[in-house]
């Protein structure tokens, strides 16, 4: 029986860094305040004094400068982790990572790899405003040549990133702020992976599927409990990785309920939601009973009012009231 130990979300992503790191010498950590400051939600802390100043690496404030070098750094042979303080800071490094990341692989016809992780908190918080509140992985899901990974539990977060250092590509680890504190059980083995490319059906129901990813999950899982209350019995499957997709564990669910609402923090406007319900009308529309709804964060920049921004956001009544819709059960 593996052992498991109880860990908080945070917790959990230091561990598979400090097991990849102790497994492989050419594992590296940059970013701004990982090192002395212990990281600017506390993930690196500890790292500095365990790894030494080499492999964890204060940089000054220059996303742009420190994801080139550390792009260098992957095309000769190490294996950074780049740490952001958020997702919507990378926009400074947008192209670094779509111009050099994504595509020297295929530019130089497989002779070079770029074996890095990107990785920093995505979309809302509690009030960090507009500019710090973006769900970025709808723009990086679209770059041919990048992987892109959201984690919902602490398992997840240490299995997910470990098989993200060892991949031979770039991957863009997607952390929630509001899951940091989450505790859970976490294996100890230091060879438990999470693959990339699967999803996982959080929890087994026949009536209606919800789809979602990181935080959005535990907010589904709320919603599929009330919606039980009222007689339908909700299927929640928990994406994790949104490049590649999972496309097979979306069908079969969808094929066994009929019926489906996606859930997610970016904008209405096209993004990775637009593309499951893409592939799911084109894979299993002969099984569908109803058109496949959305849950999205509002079409607007994100408020920093408090009563705003939750206005905003998907909650666990806009989910429940899409699947009632998709059930034909709304009054």
Known sequence: MTAMKSVRFREAIRMG????????DRVFIVGEEVGHYQGAYKVTEGMLDKFGPKRVIDAPITESGFTGISIGAAMVGLRP?????????????????????AKIRQMSGGQLHVPIVLRAPNASAKQVGSQHSHAMEHFYTHVPGLKVVAPSTCADAKGLIKSAIRDDDPVLYMESETLYNLKGDVPEDPEFLVPLGKANVVREGGDVTIISWSRLVHISLQAAEQLAKEGIDAEVIDVRSLRPLDEETLVASVTKTHRAVVAYEGWPYGGVGAEIVDRIQRLAFDDLDAPIERVTTLDYPMPYNAKLEQFVIPNVERIVGAAKRVAYRSA
Do not use: H, K
């Open 17 to 24: 860094m400090v097991e990849e790191m102790e497994r492989d």
């Open 81 to 101: 982790i780049v740490e952001y303080m958020t997702w919507n800071f990378s926009a400074v490094a947008f192209d670094q990572i779509l111009n050099n990341a």
